[in-house]
């Protein structure tokens, strides 16, 4: 396994490519570091012709991804995050996320984005940008892929549901015991390694082309509606409030 930088693991072996996100010790947040490993690691792994399927994991047992970090959002005084701010993946080849604990917000999206999920029996699945006073835009999709009353639980509330609750509700596709996660998500890569390319590619295109044309110029408009909300003193307190340990202060401005 060789370091995109210390902060990102990347690995190819049998077909199957491997990102690890490696900051346990801030629950393994998106900073910079880890964005820009992720977006390397996935380029490398587009243009690797040996690598068949991407695995996306994470070091530890907490969390996959609290998400963006926000300390390094306040120092940075972010106001709109540029479109690819969370990366994804743009590859015909199949995506696995392998979600080792909490998928929050940014981490949310990474799950949400993958082709497959497969997570432990203690992951958690929270988009929490309502308690930081931070947008997502890119939920836009949400409500086509599980029930709207339930995307709409998820974005006013910030709170989590359980591993048990996504998959019943069709968020993810398996629940494992930690022990079985990586085995697990290996064995479905390798069973997709042994598929068709070009069908495998073709089915993912289909679904994501149906996915993309229901949704229309929804994406576009989501980002239109969630500006005025980045724009406020509201999107700068969230982020301070957390890094000075306090509960925000909301001016609703």
């Known amino acids: 396994m ?12 049998n077909g199957i490519a491997t990102i690890t996100i490696n900051r346990p010790e801030a629950r393994n947040a998106l900073n910079a570091e880890v964005r820009e490993g992720i977006r390397a690691s996935v380029k490398s792994f587009a243009q690797n012709d040996d690598a068949k399927v991407l695995i996306i994991t994470a070091t530890g047992d907490v969390a996959f991804s609290s998400g963006a970090d926000l300390k390094e959002m306040n120092d940075s005084a972010m106001t709109i ?10 590859t015909h080849k ?16 990474l799950a949400q984005q993958a082709d497959l999920v497969i997570a432990v029996e203690h992951a958690t699945f929270a988009i929490t940008e309502v308690r930081h006073g931070r947008g997502a835009p890119w939920a836009a999709p949400l409500p086509l892929m599980i029930p709207p009353r339930l995307a709409m639980e998820l974005l006013l509330t910030g709170l989590p549901i359980t591993a048990a609750r996504a998959h019943e509700i069709g968020l993810i596709n398996y629940i494992v015991a930690p022990k079985d996660l990586m085995s697990t998500s290996v064995a479905l890569a390798l069973a997709l390694v042994d598929n068709a390319p070009l069908s495998v590619a073709a089915s993912k295109a289909m679904v994501r082309n149906s996915l993309s044309n ?31 340990k306090r509960a925000p202060r909301w001016s609703g401005h």
């Open 2 to 13: 060789m370091d995109m930088n210390q902060a990102l693991l990347f690995d190819v072996s």
């Open 81 to 90: 995050p540029p479109d690819d701010f969370i990366p994804n993946f743009p």
């Open 94 to 109: 199949p995506v696995i996320a392998a979600v080792n604990g909490a998928a929050l917000a940014g981490g949310f999206l």
């Open 214 to 244: 229901a949704l229309g110029e929804s994406r576009t408009q989501a980002n239109q509606i969630w500006s005025s909300v980045y724009l406020s003193d509201d999107a700068q307190e969230g982020p301070r409030a957390f890094k000075e």
